[in-house]
């Protein structure tokens, strides 16, 4: 994927560089999200091609760093042409909804480390606290 030309697609698609509009966000996610499935099924047949089959999990972060470059320049256009950025709020959704979810489907076991990570970390985080105020 070009990033340049999938930035220029989408402002185009979703009119982000045009004065006084406020954009559709969950069409905007949606977007990203048909760019994050593009993105694996292109990966996907490339391994295929090469005699394998299925996913890898490095490939899958690169297409997600991929698309969190494009969401950076998409906002990055917006601001240069509205005066406001696209907030973090709209990545967040996306991921929640197309990362995450694709992540768990694709690769349940590494989900499953990061969801004990944030469980560990949160845990942590209220032993430092409790400890504070000790």
Not at 81 to 96: D, H, N, Q, R, Y
Request: hydrophobic share 40%.
């Amino acid at each position: 994927m070009d990033i340049q030309q999938k930035v220029t697609e989408l402002v185009e698609q979703h009119r982000l560089n045009q004065p006084n509009y406020e954009f559709n966000r969950d069409n905007l996610i949606k977007s990203l999200g048909d760019s994050l499935e593009a993105l694996l099924l292109a990966q996907a047949k490339f391994r295929e091609a090469k005699g394998k089959e299925g996913y890898i999990y490095p490939e899958f972060k690169n297409a997600t760093v991929k698309l969190r470059a494009v969401f950076d320049a998409l906002s990055m256009v917006r601001k240069t042409t509205t005066g406001k950025t696209i907030s973090e709020g709209v990545w967040l959704c996306f991921f929640a909804k197309y990362v995450a979810t694709r992540r768990k489907a694709l690769f349940p076991d590494i989900q499953q480390k990061i969801e004990s990570a944030k469980i560990e970390k949160e845990h942590n985080m209220k032993l430092l606290k409790i400890n504070k105020h000790d």
